[in-house]
């Protein structure tokens, strides 16, 4: 190859290379006329009279290089594992509160049931009947 090839693929290279990065890939939404949302990444499938409608939506690490993209995912990650503690924390606590109001709650009508028992045991008798 000679040199004006050897530029020529290099420069399409660095272009392809800087260029593809900046193209975001992106979504749409739009409601039709029954309420369904649809969802589509080619603004074309929208229908004419919805497009003033739509909802362009971003991906969320389009705008980031590989690196960035691995450490903000890693982030992503880390604080969905620590949300997810944070919830089963919280179900544990829950179903801890509900087990100590039912137990609360069976005691109370125990001694209700007992009280009730014992105050008209001795006013009921076989010769009332």
């Known amino acids: 190859m000679n ?18 990065p900046c193209a975001i890939a992106e979504f749409y939404s739009y409601v039709d006329e029954n309420g369904v949302t649809h969802f ?6 929208v229908p004419q009279h919805l497009a003033e409608e739509t909802n362009a ?3 969320d690490y389009d705008n980031l290089t ?3 993209r691995e450490k903000q995912m890693a982030k992503d990650r880390l604080e969905a594992s620590r949300l997810e503690k ?3 924390k919280d ?8 087990k100590r109001s039912e137990r609360k ?6 001694a209700i049931y007992i009280g009730f028992g014992s105050e008209n045991s001795s006013s009921w008798s076989k010769e009332s009947y």
Not at 14 to 19: E, M, V
Not at 105 to 110: E, G, I, T, V, Y
């Open 3 to 20: 040199r004006s090839h050897t530029f020529f693929l290099s420069l399409a290279f660095f272009l392809a290379i800087t260029i593809v």
């Open 40 to 45: 589509t990444d080619n603004y074309a499938n």
């Open 57 to 59: 939506h971003a991906e």
């Open 66 to 68: 590989p690196i960035e």
């Open 86 to 88: 944070q919830r089963e």
């Open 91 to 98: 179900l544990r606590k829950a179903r801890s509160e509900r």
């Open 105 to 110: 709650a069976r005691r109370r009508a125990s």
